[in-house]
Nanobody, 124 residues
Framework: QLQASGGGLVQAGDSLRLSCAAS????????MGWFRQVPGKEREFVAA????????YYGDSVKGRFTISRDNAKNTVYLQMNSLKPLDTAVYYCAADQQVILSAIYYERSYDYWGQGTQVTVSS
């Protein structure tokens, strides 16, 4: 089970750090992803990190502002979000899968396990 947390209401330009903790799984063996969704739209890829933690990937809209990282000892993955914009407002989901190939890392269908989501609201 994945548990996402850390969302909240912030102002534009602020920072937040989301966490995704796992129970019953050892995240070190999973590729982890963050996606976000607003009502009426498809889920959007935000970031992903490979099992080793050495390779990270970002959606174009968050490059240079968001950073994904993992602490395998704590069985937790993080999404540091800086310079937040109102357009970043969404429900953020963490996802995990053991067998994501690189070309498919950006697609939600590649991930079998999902957290419940945490709301991030950025006011202007």
């Amino acid at each position: 089970q994945l548990q996402a947390s850390g969302g909240g209401l912030v102002q534009a330009g602020d920072s937040l750090r989301l966490s995704c903790a796992a129970s019953g799984r050892t995240l070190s063996s999973y590729t982890m992803g963050w996606f976000r969704q607003v009502p009426g739209k498809e889920r959007e890829f935000v970031a992903a990190i490979r099992r080793s933690g050495g390779s990270t990937y970002y959606g174009d809209s968050v490059k240079g502002r968001f950073t994904i990282s993992r602490d395998n000892a704590k069985n937790t993955v993080y999404l540091q979000m800086n310079s937040l914009k109102p357009l970043d407002t969404a429900v953020y989901y963490c996802a995990a899968d053991q067998q994501v190939i690189l070309s498919a890392i950006y697609y939600e269908r590649s991930y079998d396990y999902w957290g419940q989501g945490t709301q991030v609201t950025v006011s202007s």
